[in-house]
Every structure is written in structure tokens, then in C-alpha cells.
């Protein structure tokens, strides 16, 4: 974790609070256009790039070419960076990007993506004050083939407009433009518009290089960047024009997103990206369950835990390896610290201080618990405590907040004490474990 060089940070997703705000002097930012065999589409790319109204002296262009078979022609103040053709490499592309630029901020454009003048003004703006900020532009689709290759991407592009994917612009609406964002807005970043600092890009670590097939690489990217601490915004007014329809509109093998669909439910194991009842082996909660207990309390606490979170990571004692060994989702060791939790991959860490039980499925404190899991860190609360008159029971953290909390001295996260009252209930003495079983404790 390293502190961020500049700027400020937001509570939770509040991005709106900087609506207004500017710099003294422009930010320094670099554009990496990642080309593969598209000659034309990327010299109208560049031509577009040269009428942009952020200052030419604070913009630094860098096309990757993912092994064309003849390297493309740039002019002279742009930088080009090849890598061997191994098929497709685009995530290894804008890798290869983000370690040749120099800019505070880094644009992602494809070759096939034509940006209006204000894009690189527009999309470059939060980024420069919140290093956090992670922005998605509007990329429209419109059929370039007969447009003029220096034509004004503004004026032509609306002529030959081709639709647009319902669900992104539905989901921009209902958001309010990201400011709502949670838990599954990564689906809403797209690799060919995206904006961050290079700071933050650095620290969250490139894009996944193992996605060698059109997309996914993006989602998984932005999923790094949520729990990474990361404010997600979108800027409706940053326009670049795609050539050609949207993925959904062009002939596809129908397995392709089925493929991509599972591989991400192994990297993004959230509710609403995962199976419903499948066990993948990932998880995005880690629960801690504190050394020191009977072997009655330890079964009893970790079973009430997995009934009510049967898709998270329990931790215990290796006291206790005997009691758990045959469960594939119970693991033994000493507990990782908390501020350490978003560097294991977890969205939630949920540590268990004393023995204690979850109430039963189908019981309002179930869902009071599970509900704490599924929100914590999308709002403005980061933490919460449920305690019963002797103290804590338990610690539900966001690893989201956890990282935004060690890079500031000011918290833009809340932490809360909520009662435990019919939510989670401390064991005393020698409780059964039949009678725990049986659901008569």
C-alpha cells in the first residue's frame, strides 16, 4: 500500500462532492491505444487525439501494437510499443502501455475508438483530484466506413449512428451516473473508455494477462480496482465513437459469453456474478474465527456461519483442523491482519471474537446478517460492530474502506456499533452441539 501522491479522496462513492472542482495547472496524461491490424481506424484515432482541447504539451499518446504483422506508421510525437504476436494480448497490451507512460493519468482507448475533442479534457478531470477515481466514458457506435478519415468525429459520427446496448445506458440512468455504484458495477467499466490515475493503476496492478479472448479483461480489472478502494464514475459527456456495432450486435459464437461468464465467476466471486449453488473454490468473504474455543463453541460458530454465508472462507485455529478438515471451505493458520484483508482478494473480512451463533436461515437476524455482508462498503459504511452488552461479537470489514483508510489520516468511511440482538447470539457455558443441530439451542 503506498500513500497517494496527490489529490483527496471522497466518502464512499461520492464523486458528485468535486463536481466544480479543477486544477491550478493541467494534468499530465498519457493515452495508450492498443492496435492490432487496423491501420486505418487507428490513423483516425490520432488525428482525433490532435484536436483535443486539453493542452498538446501535457498529452502523451503511446500506441501498443499486439503484434501486427507490418508495425503501424505514428508520427513523430507519438510513442509506439510492440509485443510479439501470441494472439490476443490486449490486457498484455495495456500493460505494455502503462509501463511506458509518464503521465499522473492514464487513458485506455482501442485503435477503433474514435475520442470527440473534450474527451481527453473530460475523462482526465476527476482522476487528476481523486487518485481513487477509476472513470468510464460514453462510447456511442456509429459505421465510419464512408466518414472521411480527418472528418470531425463530432459532426459525422451522429450521421451514421448505430445502436447502442440498452442495459449500459440503463444502468448509467439508474445509478446516476455511477455515484450509486456497488458491488457488480465493474459490469459497467469498458476497457475501450476508461480512465484512472497511474498511481492507482500501479497499485492495483495491471490487467490480468491470462484473458487471451475478447473481453472479461476489463471487469476483472475493475473488480481489483472496487475492493483496491477504487470511486467508480461515469463521465456522459467523455464521447468516443466506436466503428462498428457493439459486441452484441455482431455475429459471435454463443458459448463465447457463456466462457467468459464462468472464467469471471472464479475471479469475481460476488452474489449476482457467481452460481447460485455451485462451489467454485473462490469467495469474496473471508471469515476469521478467533483461537480459544471449546471444540463445541468452534462447531457450533463456524457451522452457524457457513448455514448463513455458505460461499464464504472460514479461518480457525489449527486446534481445531480435526473438527473441520473435511469441509473444503475451512481453512487453518494464524489470522492475517484486518488492514491486510483487501491484499488477500476479499471484498469482507468478518472476524468472529468470541464463540457465538448466527441466527438460522428464514429468521430476521439471518438476513439482517447477510445483508450486512452484501452492502458493507458500497454505501459510507465501512465497518460495523454488532455487540451485546459485554462487548463485541462480531467485526464485518470492507476491504474497500480498509484500503481507502490506509492511504488517508482523514476516514471517508463510517465505522458503526449495531446490537446483536437477534442476529448473532454470544454462547455461554456448555452449549450442545445436538441441540445446535437440531435447531432447539
Known amino acids: 500500500m503506498t500513500a497517494p501522491p496527490y489529490g483527496v479522496s471522497v466518502a464512499g462513492n461520492a464523486w458528485n462532492t468535486l463536481d466544480g472542482e479543477g486544477r491550478d495547472t493541467p494534468v499530465t496524461v498519457t493515452v495508450v491505444v492498443a492496435h492490432f491490424e487496423q491501420p486505418v481506424q487507428l490513423r483516425r484515432v490520432l488525428l482525433a487525439l490532435d484536436r ?30 510492440r509485443q510479439a504476436d501470441e494472439g490476443f494480448r490486449l490486457a498484455a497490451a495495456r500493460n505494455r502501455g502503462i509501463e511506458a507512460a509518464t503521465g499522473d493519468v492514464l487513458l485506455f482507448l482501442d485503435a477503433d475508438t474514435v475520442p470527440e475533442p473534450a474527451y481527453v479534457e473530460r475523462m482526465a478531470r476527476l482522476p487528476s483530484l481523486a487518485p481513487e477515481a477509476v472513470v468510464v466514458g460514453t462510447r456511442l457506435h456509429a459505421d465510419l466506413t464512408d466518414v472521411p478519415i480527418d472528418a470531425p468525429i463530432e459532426v459525422h459520427a451522429p450521421r451514421h449512428r448505430l445502436p447502442d446496448p440498452d442495459w449500459l445506458r440503463d444502468e448509467y440512468r439508474r445509478s446516476d451516473d455511477l455515484l450509486h455504484a456497488d458491488d457488480r458495477s465493474y459490469r459497467h467499466l469498458i476497457g475501450a473508455v476508461l480512465a484512472c490515475s497511474r498511481w492507482f493503476a500501479l497499485e492495483v496492478g495491471g490487467f490480468d494477462e491470462s484473458f487471451t479472448t475478447y473481453g472479461g479483461e476489463d471487469w476483472e480489472w475493475a473488480w481489483r480496482c472496487w475492493i483496491a478502494g477504487a470511486i467508480f464514475a461515469h463521465a456522459p459527456g467523455a464521447v468516443a465513437w466506436h466503428d ?61 456461519v457457513l ?96 484500503a481507502r483508510e490506509a492511504r488517508w489520516p482523514t476516514p471517508f468511511f463510517e465505522h458503526t456499533v449495531e446490537s446483536a440482538a437477534s442476529v448473532v447470539r454470544r454462547l455461554r457455558g456448555d452449549e450442545s452441539v445436538a441441540a445446535h443441530y437440531g435447531d432447539w439451542l
Open 52 to 81: 483535443q482541447s486539453h493542452p498538446a504539451d501535457h498529452l502523451e499518446i503511446i500506441v501498443v501494437d499486439d503484434g501486427s504483422a507490418v508495425a503501424p506508421t505514428v508520427p513523430p510525437h507519438v510513442t509506439l510499443v
Open 244 to 304: 462498428g456495432a457493439d459486441w452484441s450486435g455482431r455475429a459471435s459464437d454463443p458459448d463465447d459469453k457463456s466462457r467468459e461468464t464462468h472464467t469471471l465467476a472464479h475471479l469475481i466471486p460476488v452474489r449476482g456474478s457467481r452460481p447460485h449453488g455451485l462451489l467454485l473454490g473462490s469467495s469474496d468473504t473471508l471469515v476469521v474465527v478467533d483461537s480459544g474455543m471449546t471444540a463445541s463453541h468452534a462447531l457450533i460458530t463456524v457451522d452457524s
Open 307 to 402: 448455514r448463513a454465508t455458505p460461499f464464504a472462507h472460514v479461518r480457525v485455529s489449527r486446534d481445531h483442523e480435526r473438527l473441520f478438515a473435511a469441509d473444503p471451505r475451512v481453512s487453518f493458520g494464524e489470522a492475517v491482519d484486518p488492514s491486510r484483508a483487501a491484499l488477500e482478494g476479499y471484498r469482507v473480512r468478518v472476524d468472529i471474537t468470541v464463540p457465538c451463533r448466527i441466527a438460522p436461515p428464514g429468521t430476521g437476524g439471518s438476513t439482517a446478517f447477510g445483508r450486512i455482508i452484501e452492502t458493507i462498503g458500497t454505501g459510507t459504511t465501512g465497518q460495523v460492530t454488532l455487540a451485546d452488552d459485554d462487548g463485541a461479537l462480531v467485526v464485518i470489514r470492507s476491504a474497500r474502506a480498509a
